[in-house]
């Protein structure tokens, strides 16, 4: 972690440059989904690396190394990004011949979205980039609260979404 | 549970029942000590009970798992073992160490209890910062905040600004976000966010302005608050002349640091070193975290103000310490050199640079003269 941006060493929000050193080639992404860790900074946790079966998350020597994702193995299950104590993981696909692309994402807020929702989609700023439709909602038990929200944005901001505005931030249920 | 002021038959007590205190707790049930918890609070827990985020750190410190269930998991693991006594709503006003006793205030009445070891896990307070109007309503510690939200279910205001962003204050605007607040801003007098990267990160894909080297001059309103006026820093912290703002609000969050609370051990007569990287005054300890007065120990963040899942390290290793100081055993070595290696995964990191630079000055505090207690503040 020697190099990184001014913004994120300021604020801890990656910009451009910090992205580029994590992200899978072009041709991955087109093959098919991929998770995305945008985890910068050498803090003592693990959990993600223990979340994959598939081994695409190579082992920590130390609990304060950086998470690796090997896209070989990565199939983009997405089951990295509820046990993220940082919420910093999100699956991109972009591998659809249309123009458009998905984004998985963890989402903590009430009310939650539904499928079919037509939602703000926002980049790492918070700000809206486009309009994203929501394609799918999961929270069994097992996630422990934490949604996946799977939200379909034109496939030239899927590298950009990284939230969505869905409602008021009101609790509505339990 | 063992009524007023009926001294229950214990070889130690730990005081306080949060993440550290819970953790030496269950080494000395598991290896069969009587001991006593007090807490204040009416249930365990300590500050878990209102930790709503998943807590980072490794499996074996249940990394992954929200702050509340931990608590809860611990509370009940030692509510399993004979010979533990938990008192709750009860203070330790006391301890003298020339008889090995203990005072306890609980319900009005002062109980005295013989212990052959204590372990200090009292916590921390949060900080308070001098600015006009931090008297009004509406300003709170950041503590209370997450109390009234996590654990009555309360809303505290509509929008609010959080003053500091070190882990506390940015898991805190995440979670008033969560409890549908408007966070208008977060700001920090330094020129970087003190906290993990990636709790800011969270709030900025929420909207949420983190301005560092900012801070708050005052909270605006005669009644309530109404908003906050602030300034930008310079490099050497200094107001930048015209720089002020106003940021219309109706709840200011102070998230500005904890101080360990070190009342009982000074009371107890252990010496205390002057240590900012660890909070301040924290009761001087060795490796085993003993203090300066035989049998008296000490864990968690009135040791040093850390991340609850190295308290719940230093709880363990506090716990160890006790059970070998009262039945001194083969094993103790092993125990210990495996809890104090995990500890020192959770510090090796950057993150925990000033963490390692107050244990090095604290080693350095080194008392000549163990035992004597007593040293003035």
New interface residues.
Partial sequence: ?TRCSEQ???????EAADLARILPDDERLRRGPVAII??????????CA??CRRGAILAFD???DLPRVDPEHCNGCALCVV?C????IFVVDVSGDGDMGTVKLPY???PLPRPGDDVAA?D????EVCRGKIVAVQRPAAF???ALVTVEVPREQALIV??I?AG????SDG | MTGTATAPLVEAAIIGGGPAGLCAALELARAGIRCLVVDRQHVLGGQLIKQTHRFFGSRSERAGQRGFEIGKQLAAELLQHDGVTVWLEGTAVGYYAEDRTLLVERDGALCRVHVEALILATGAAERALAFAGNDLPGVYGAGAVQTLMNVYGVRPGERAVMIGAGNIGLIVAYQLIQAGVEVAAVLEAAPAVGGYWVHAAKLARAGVPIMTSHSIVAALGTDQVTGVRATKLDAKWQPVQGSQFEVPCDLVCLAVGLSPLTELATLAGCQLAYVPELGGYVPWHDEEMQTTVPGVFVAGDAAGVEEASSAMIEGTLAGLAVVNYLRPHSQYAASRKRAAAQLAALRAGPTAERIRAGLLKLSDHRPRLAGTGGEGK
């Fill in positions: 972690m994120l060493g300021r604020a801890g929000t990656p945008e985890c910068f900074q050498e803090i003592p946790c693990d959990p223990d979340a130390k609990i304060t046990r104590p940082g919420l910093a903590e807020y009430l926002l790492r700023l918070g700000q422990d609260r934490t990284r939230g505005r008021q931030g009101r609790r």
